[in-house]
């Protein structure tokens, strides 16, 4: 049985772009080298590429060269970031598809031009850029601070159900959906207590 292409995915293919990106980056300082989550660095980030495993040594050495304490986004700062995404990527010509921002780290699924040879790095940081301009414009920070950490992730998609797939998995963390999950959660647990049999006290 010969396996059905998408019109898309054949168009992603044979255009030699992407149908998205994927792209991941982390809060300054919240995932250190030497960390028990495991981590990559400049000169190991290939795919097959081991992961730098847990060194608490290390870690404690990386931790004692941030300038500033690890940054943590409070819920209003994630909800702040999710609303000021989409502006940002049509300042950019980017068409976005989902984003969510998380504590310690930012997920956003965009089309971009990546046709001339830029493999996807120069729109991540530019949107890091933004966002943490963003940030700053309305939660002024000292000169030298910085929101995310250098780098990040950049997968390029390609197929349909790949698409379909991260889209979902970015949409369930944004931070409005935490808010709905935690008040359906509430309801649950009103509902569950009403209905509970009364204990005889006596």
Not at 74 to 101: D, K, N, T, Y
Not at 115 to 140: F, H, M, N
Not at 172 to 196: G, L, P
């Amino acid at each position: 049985m010969t396996a059905r292409v998408d019109s898309s995915d054949y168009h992603a293919l044979m255009s030699n772009a992407p149908l998205a990106l994927h792209i991941t980056f982390g809060t300054k300082g919240t995932r250190l080298h030497g960390g028990e989550r495991g981590t990559v660095d400049r000169s190991m980030n290939q795919p097959g590429d081991p992961i730098i495993g847990e060194d608490s040594v290390w870690e404690s050495w990386e931790f004692e060269r941030l300038k500033h304490p690890p940054m943590y986004l409070s819920f209003e700062q994630r909800r702040f970031v999710e609303e000021a995404v989409p502006s940002i990527c049509e300042r950019g010509g980017w068409m976005l598809h989902a984003c969510a921002a998380k504590s310690d780290h930012v997920h956003a699924v965009l089309s971009a031009d990546v046709s001339s040879g830029d493999d996807g790095s120069a729109v991540r940081q530019w949107l890091k850029r933004w966002i943490g301009e963003a940030l700053s414009e309305r939660w002024p920070r000292e000169d030298g601070f910085a929101w995310f950490t250098r780098g990040g992730s950049v997968k390029w998609v390609w197929t349909r159900d790949y698409f379909e797939n991260v889209v979902e998995y970015v949409q369930k963390q944004r931070a409005t959906r935490d808010v709905m999950n935690a008040s359906q959660s509430r309801v649950v647990t009103t509902r569950s207590d009403e209905h509970a049999p009364s204990r005889d006290r006596r």
